[in-house]
């Protein structure tokens, strides 16, 4: 019996151990592709694909770096993404927290209610209606499209940010407001910390998503081309370059490493976070 269940058990283990390589292969095989084509010249890309370049040329690194028109790409996207995050660090804790504390309240309650409706409405039912009220609003700009990152960010966040400050004891606030602390001072100086490793999740989320997207900045920047973002760069590179697959190549690679590099760090603040809270608890 017992080397029954041993077998059972090594054999668990061999197809897991096979499905994680799958996995790995699929996901590292294209980025293998993108990078090693990165380094090598057209006609090399076209004689060996998949082999390692004969040798680290820069060229490509060297020619689209070159160009004015991609920094302008590199710094609207930075721009959207850094003031979206902001307006989501400024309005949804503070939207989830007011909610969190009132949900007996039947307004607070609708509100939210009304809000997670957001989360069952795939995007492709909102997107034309959107894009002509933001037409309308003559918002078809990056201030536009950061408005828009805001209010959609507020269904996933209040969402999360609600939920986790419920599990939270309420008797610090009440401790807090008996030192005579207004709500104003314990949502700044006690809230903002015990959810900061929720938040971080939320911030890296959402990151992640501005930096990334292609379907919002199409609809509402692709007709000016000083507005464009990097991914829209990307898919009109196609265009200007033909069959320059090298230098595509070349771009989406660069356009990856910040929000890879931002992943990174901000992953290391969530565990440290939940771990600091696990040990306070």
């Known amino acids: 019996m017992k080397l029954t269940i041993q077998a059972e058990g090594l054999g668990w283990r061999i197809i ?30 076209g004689r060996s694909f998949f082999a390692l370049p004969e040798s680290l040329s820069f060229h490509n690194y060297a020619e ?17 993404t850094f003031f979206s995050v902001l307006l989501v660090v400024l309005i949804n804790p503070a939207v989830a927290y007011a909610i969190a504390r009132n949900r007996h309240k039947r307004y607070y309650n609708f509100i939210y209610l009304y809000m997670l409706l957001g989360l069952f409405v795939p995007f492709q039912v909102i997107m034309l209606p959107l894009t002509k009220i933001m037409t309308g609003l003559n ?87 000083e507005f464009w973002t990097l991914p829209l760069f990307q898919y009109n590179f196609k265009t200007e370059y033909s069959f320059n697959y090298t230098m595509a190549f070349t771009s989406y690679l660069l356009a990856m490493l910040p929000i890879i590099i931002v992943y990174a760090f901000g992953q290391k603040h969530i565990i440290a976070g939940l771990t600091d809270g696990a040990i306070k608890g």
């Open 139 to 225: 918002l078809l700009n990056p201030f536009g499209l950061i408005l828009l990152y805001g209010a959609l960010s507020l269904t996933r966040g209040v969402f999360l940010l609600v939920n986790y400050i419920q599990n939270m004891p309420a008797e610090i606030e009440e401790a807090a407001r008996i030192d005579g602390c207004s709500t104003f001072q314990i949502y700044s100086s006690i809230i903002l910390r015990l959810i900061a490793p929720m938040l971080a999740t939320l911030i890296i989320m959402d990151a992640l998503w501005f930096w990334n997207d292609f379907m919002l900045p199409l609809l509402l920047l692709n007709k000016a081309k």
């Open 64 to 80: 689209l770096l070159a160009k004015g028109d991609y920094w302008r790409y590199v710094w609207n996207t930075t721009y959207i």
């Open 16 to 45: 897991r151990n096979v499905i994680l390589l799958v996995g790995i292969l699929l996901i590292l095989g294209p980025l293998y592709l993108v990078v090693v084509n990165s380094f090598k010249t057209l006609p090399e890309a």
